[in-house]
């Protein structure tokens, strides 16, 4: 059986795939690409905002849970 993901990663990626939307809006404004150059103009927007949310996600459900006690 799967675990679920925690709330505190869904949140994590989230945030990530935000700031990674914004950067790629502004590679685009400023029209400096040369650092996804390689990839086609209609893919770059798409990996650079989910790549990071990609590697928050994993990193997040990799890490070990602290246990809360009930009170």
């Known amino acids: 059986m799967s675990a679920p993901t925690e709330a505190k990663v869904k949140a994590a990626s989230t945030a990530t795939f935000l ?3 914004a ?3 502004l590679n ?3 029209a400096d690409n040369s650092l996804l150059g390689p990839l086609p103009v ?6 650079l905002a989910l790549v990071p949310a990609g590697l928050t996600w ?3 459900y990799q890490a070990r849970h602290t246990p809360r006690s009930i009170v």
């Open 28 to 30: 685009a404004v400023v």
């Open 42 to 47: 209609w893919l770059q927007a798409p990996v």
């Open 19 to 21: 700031a990674g939307l």
């Open 58 to 60: 994993l990193a997040g």
């Open 23 to 25: 950067i790629a809006v």
